[in-house]
């Protein structure tokens, strides 16, 4: 089956700082990956997503690069804000032809500070 | 008005209650869902329905029951509600149309504290 591993938190931050969050899968067929972020008292977002091999998707300074030979979408960012604080979650979504059903990972929690 | 509603946003209820959680949407999606989100365990899928006449279990159904009483609404039960099932609770919606990629969109959730 499909799965979803992302790097676990939380992750701790000084403001300006570069920001790495890992995530890798595993998908029985040709996924498309998404990365959400849920703020404090929210629901969860979409932050950005990527629908083939060698896609970037980018929104609001974040990026992420889906590749297909590392099974890997890690998200990045290269100077984080306080208001960046966050909790990530790395997704997959099986293309058409699939069950549709999205698979997430447990959630990356980042910490900005001033 | 947010596109996906929740309600109640809030609720503490006693072992052995009956819940019931609703999720109503103005987005037009076929697609809902029900999710369950736990300190460290991520989001767990509980239930999905792909249109009206459509339920499916997802990884974590014992104990739940739904009902998708319209295109727009999709409720999620506890028949007899126990402690472990203290978590928050989602509602999410999606596409099926072709380009859409199955993006989920999110109600705000559900607080649910079983005493």
């Known amino acids: 089956g499909n799965s979803v591993t992302q790097m676990e938190g939380p992750v701790t931050l000084s403001e300006e700082a570069f920001l790495t969050i890992n995530c890798t899968y595993t998908?029985?067929?040709?996924?498309?990956l998404f990365w959400y972020v849920q703020y404090p008292g929210e629901g969860l977002q979409l932050l950005l997503k990527?629908?083939?091999?060698?896609d970037k998707g980018s929104n609001k300074g974040f990026e992420a690069t889906y590749r297909k030979e590392t099974t890997s979408f890690h998200l990045e960012k290269g100077s984080v804000q306080v208001s960046d604080s966050a909790v990530y979650f790395c997704?997959?979504?099986?293309?058409?032809?699939?069950?549709?059903?999205?698979?997430f990972g447990r959630g990356t929690s980042l910490i900005v500070h001033p | 008005d947010a596109d996906v509603t929740q309600t109640p946003r809030n609720r503490i209820t006693k072992t052995g209650k009956r819940i019931m959680l609703e999720c109503s949407q103005t987005?037009?999606?076929?697609?809902m869902y029900w999710y369950r989100q736990d300190p460290g365990l991520g989001l767990r899928l509980i239930y999905y329905?792909?249109?009206?006449?459509?339920?499916n279990k997802g990884e974590i159904s014992d104990g739940y029951s739904v009902s998708r009483q319209a295109q727009a609404k999709f409720s999620l039960s506890l028949e007899s509600a126990i402690p472990n099932q203290t978590a928050l609770y989602f509602c999410?919606?999606?596409?099926?149309?072709?380009?859409?990629?199955?993006?989920?969109?999110f109600g705000p959730g559900t607080r649910l504290t079983v005493l």
């Open positions: 999410a919606t999606s596409d099926s149309g072709t380009g859409t990629y199955n993006e989920q969109f």
């Open positions: 998908a029985t067929g040709y996924p498309s």
């Open positions: 990527a629908t083939k091999a060698d």
């Open positions: 997704a997959l979504s099986d293309l058409p032809g699939g069950s549709y059903i999205p698979t």
């Open positions: 987005k037009g999606h076929d697609r």
């Open positions: 329905s792909f249109d009206v006449k459509d339920i």
